[in-house]
């Protein structure tokens, strides 16, 4: 188990919840566009955000990777340790991230599978992946991550939100926990590429 796994795998939710989680919000209110603010600051176990800025306080001068921009939440907690840089990518432009300036975080626009990609996921010890839940996109991440031997922790999220899902994190031979109890109420996993 690396350091990575190892601090994701100790936390508490106690820890978790004591995390002040209010400065983004106030930033950015639902007037700013970004929209969903109020899932942002929910308790561990029920949205993940506080364990994404945690996992982000336990990391300096890396590059994190947000796959599935969306409001731009996940990309602001995985963004708190303005020592990281933060990159999340979608596949279409999110008006609501257009408002959020933070100097740590860059928004991309591209299909995370291409090939453009490939040297941005492997600079990274951390991806979080949330996107179309349907488990044979998420399975086409996974393949491709063992194509390029990218080394760290995959987070997936919602890994019993759908049928699919539930078959995907079933299958996976990789090394992989089940953080839901810290994670999304939906599921929350991390497979370990080592
Ligand atoms: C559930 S939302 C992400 C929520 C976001 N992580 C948050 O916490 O606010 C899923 C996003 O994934 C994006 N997406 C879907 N397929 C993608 C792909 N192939 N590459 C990059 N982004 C993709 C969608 O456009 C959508 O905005």
Known sequence: ???????????????LDSIDMTYYPS?????????????YSCISGKEHYRLLAYIASKLSDHVLIDVGTFNGWSSLALGVNKTNRVVSVDISQ?????????????YVISNILEKENDNLLISSPFILLDTYHDGGFEQQFIDKLVNIKYKG?????????????RLLWNN???????????????????????
């Open 172 to 194: 996976i031979s990789l090394p992989k926990h089940d953080i839901t109890h810290i994670g999304h109420f939906s599921g929350t996993g991390i497979v370990l590429f080592e």
């Open 153 to 165: 922790v995959l987070m997936l999220d919602d890994i019993y939100l759908t049928e699919g899902m």
């Open 94 to 106: 999110q008006e609501c991230v257009i408002s959020i300036k933070e100097p740590n975080i860059s």
């Open 27 to 39: 930033k950015y209110q639902e007037s700013h566009s970004t929209g969903y603010s109020q899932y």
């Open 1 to 15: 188990m690396n350091n990575l796994t190892d601090t994701i795998l100790t936390v508490s939710n106690s820890i």
